[in-house]
């Protein structure tokens, strides 16, 4: 660790020493859109903001437009146009070794006004303009900016008002007290699997993201409520989008970190065209100094690495294709002789793992306008995911192995959706998409009499999920707007379906003051490896869970928005939620879907119905002021209650009840000589601790295996959760590149979070599993 700490010193005071006197300037370039359309809109005013003289350009009838010799730093851009709303993004950041290529989305005015007045662009106004509720984007600087995300959109969503992570070790992110299975990953356009290394077939988080946020493009975070083109998920969505390959000239990135060694390009095919590529591949770092023989104390060493590109390319007549993937693979074992003595050991301490997993995701997409105000966007795709596992007995000499598993699914997705903007006050959108699916599950567990037990056994299943859908949003004026639909989607494995209607209504009642309301039926299948459980009687296979039906939720979100200044807001949310259908077991007991889908390695259980209940009701704050004068905080926090009945109609805490969350994060940059910045960020939350089901110590140690209580079934509660991170960056432009150093610390304050108990058959004791202690990141990136 101190290494590293000094080798960012001697960075950071050697680039204060190189030449800056000459001024640094870059190309700020893209194109203009109508927010509802998608179309091109030309003759909009931009210029930049405090420039002498000043930097001002306007679009042309390609929307297109082109700012050169801007100054390098944090910029202001305007976009003007008396037809529609004004548009002003804040402190931009320009760097030298990178072009700024927008995409700027205006909205057309309902009514003309004669002044005009500039509006900020709202930084966490989502893209999606049906969104009434429940919603933000958010951008990639956040990812990076914000202390303790390491670069990962899941973890910096974690600081989102009715937002809470699981554990630090994985990424799975808990909606307004809903299980992470209610998430909704979308990349694209296309939903996609886990899209996490070390991720577990049917769980929606990992340790470490696939996702490289030096390709993602500005995207939307949902959490609940919403609009009707969503579907298949209970709590929420992320809809992320790649953004385009520069497609002027060539630029690289290279970048290494505790995240893993990468490097990226991208650029123009030719010249002549307007097509472009990206690119990125990344290495675990981890791996790289296993095969240095450079060990860093740990009994497992994480080896995984992944690809994402993207390749745009318009024409004339056709419109746009796009071409895209997102693809890893990753591997750990786990050898008990190898543990150390606070080392976390997947919740059992006396097996042996070894655990790999695999995702990817490849499809092509098309846009085509068939005039200035609809338009039709298909997309096809081909996604897979894979995990297997082994543990087996480290007390004994024959060979044992506890549990194997060998499963994949390959999904083949088409989606398809038209919008057509009929004026400024009504827009229309309907779609489809149809997900075929081809799994296979092989798994089986070792019984006391050294019998293998398999829970699945299924090869080449072919099942088919088709949801359908339409909107309409309606402009009542400026100020008041409303947006309608309706889902529907359709399990062929079994037949069940779901129509479900969805509302949102939003209204500027004075100037800075706003409220919204959403409400809607929700609904989700279970994870698919689920319906093939197998349960032997008399030697027969029957599959108890293959006609479960989705799960549902009725949700209804009440906001209250507070836009103070330009860069300054006060948010609040109440919502309530009804669950409902929730698989359970035939026979009483404390079982519920709502409380899987955290860990590793989950046990499928077998004779469920849809006849379990819950309800999560909270109320959320947030209090935040956007990056301006070198400064900005998020406070969030949110006060909520989760519970659930399992088959034996008793009323318990889910087990992310925690009832309260309260995340503050700050910020400020110094500016040092005339190009370069000095980052500290800061970041803390408290939350309360999960409810678990306790160890029944006696019986283990009768057993000589871990047994549970379940007649205290998520009655007790771990410690609260408390942690503070810091990061400290450097950012240096120089002529034709630029530089980022930066270190961040994971828990300063070394507070030993408690994330699971187990039973001990060495000590037979209970013993507590803590989350991660005093950690480092550290990150270098050139950017040319």
Known sequence: MNKHIVIILLLFAFSLNLPAQINLTQTVRGKVIDAEAQSPVPGVTLLIENTNPQIVTSSNVEGEFRLENVPVGRITLKALML?????????????????LILTIEMTEKVTDIDEVIIKAGRKDKPKNEMAAVSARSFTVEETERYAGTWLDPARMAANYAGVMAVGDQRNDIIIRGNSPLGLLWKLEGVSIPNPNHFGTLGTTGGPISILNNNLLDNSDFFTGAFPAEYGNALSGVFDLKMRNGNNEKYEFTAQAGMNGLEFGSEGPFSKKSKSSYLINYRYSTLAVFKYLDIHFGVSGVPEFQDLSFKVNVPTKKFGTFKFFGVGGVSTIEVFYEDKKKDDWSFGRNELNFKFSSGMGVTGISHFYAFDKNSYLKTVFAVSGTKSSARADSAFTDELAIFYGDNSYEVKYSGTTKYTKKFNAKNTFNTGINVDLYQVQYKDSALMPDYSYFYLSEVSDQLMTLIGAYSQFKHKFSNDLSMVSGVYFQDFTLNGCYSFEPRLGLKWHFAPKHSISFGAGILSQMQPRLFYFRETTVNDSVYY????????????????????????????????????????????PSTFSMINYGTTFFEVRTDSLENKGTGENYGIEFTFEKFLSNNYYFLFTSSLFESHYKGSDGIQRNTTYNGNYVFNFLTGYSFKLGKYNTLNLDFKTVYAGGK?????????SERAGTEIHD?????????????????????????????????????????????????YDLESNSVINDYQLGLFYVFLIRFQF
């Open 83 to 99: 037809s529609y709303n004004p548009v002003e993004l804040r402190n931009l950041e320009l760097k030298s070794g990178k072009e």
């Open 544 to 587: 108890t869970n293959k006609n479960l039906g989705f799960s549902k939720s009725n949700q209804a979100v009440i906001s209250y928005d507070y836009l103070i200044t330009g860069n300054l807001r006060l948010k609040f949310e109440s919502y309530y939620q009804y669950l409902y259908k929730i698989p359970v077991q035939h026979k």
């Open 691 to 699: 409810h678990y089901i306790p160890v029944d110590l006696e019986a």
């Open 710 to 758: 379940y007649s205290r079934a998520y009655e007790p509660k771990y410690p609260d959760y408390f942690r503070i991170d810091g990061r400290i960056g450097f950012k240096m432009n120089r002529k034709e590149f630029n530089t980022e150093f930066a270190f961040d610390l994971q828990n300063i304050s070394n507070h030993k979070n408690v994330l699971l108990q187990h």
